[in-house]
């Protein structure tokens, strides 16, 4: 006797359970909403359908106005005076080149002669 009242309460509760998990998603989607509407903010200004085609032949508008022909030449040659420039700082240092090779030679004895001494390779007042 016990078993069949038992066998109908818990075939209940399974019954239950069973019925507020098919109406979870139910309830759920409840607070989603597909609704043309409310889908842009109010203020935003998105794409319109006008019942017409775009025109596609307007041509774009420039973002800032195009240099002239004297304003290119004086661009191009402000450019080719610091090319120069840059080029000239680097010929002085590869005619210095017997002076870097033996500065490169002698580099690696004074320092380590500076470390020797007690002294920081990086400080000139020591020596």
Do not use: W
């Amino acid at each position: 006797m016990t078993y069949s009242v038992g066998r109908h309460i818990f075939f209940c509760a399974r019954a239950v359970v069973f019925a507020g998990v098919l109406a979870l998603p139910v309830a759920a989607s409840g607070c989603t909403s597909t609704a043309a509407t409310n889908t842009v903010p109010v203020g935003a200004h998105g794409a319109q359908d006008t019942g017409t085609y775009p025109n596609l032949n307007i041509p774009p508008q420039s973002a800032a106005p195009q240099l002239t022909d004297d304003q290119k030449a004086a661009k191009l040659a402000s450019l080719h005076a610091a090319q120069g420039r840059q080029g000239a700082k680097a010929s002085v240092a590869a005619d210095n080149s017997a002076a870097m090779t033996t500065l490169a030679r002698k580099h690696g004895d004074d320092t380590l002669k500076a470390i020797e001494d007690g002294c920081q390779a990086i400080d000139p007042a020591c020596k």
